[in-house]
């Protein structure tokens, strides 16, 4: 697994990192707004905004004297890559289970 793969993972290994990415998925937010949306408060949501933030999954912007986090463009790609890579061995290997067991 890459080093982005495994960061990316372990990021989103912690359900209040899942639930911000989630909310980003509706457009940038601040962190405030972030807080409004989840069961910690605002020091907690940017601690998490950090973690994501290193894995490439966030990014921030500043407009005034507002930070505003949206979900990194690309950011899911490298965990959608190591996805796909875990299941086509899950599938050849089911073909291959397949292939033995008609004969």
Do not use: C
């Not at 909310?23 to 940038?28: F, H, I, M, S, T």
């Amino acid at each position: 697994m890459s080093n982005q793969a495994y960061e990316a993972l372990n990021a989103l290994g912690d359900p209040t990192r899942r639930r911000i990415v989630e909310v980003l998925r509706d457009g940038p937010r601040a962190v405030g707004a972030l807080a409004e949306a989840l069961p910690v408060g605002r020091p907690a949501v940017s601690k998490h905004l950090k973690v994501l933030e290193g894995a490439g999954l966030v990014e921030h912007r500043s407009v005034g004297t507002r930070n505003l986090y949206a979900l990194a463009p690309d950011g899911l790609d490298v965990v959608q890559r190591w996805l796909v890579a875990q299941w086509d061995v899950a599938l050849g290997a089911f073909a291959e289970h397949v292939e033995r067991n008609r004969r």
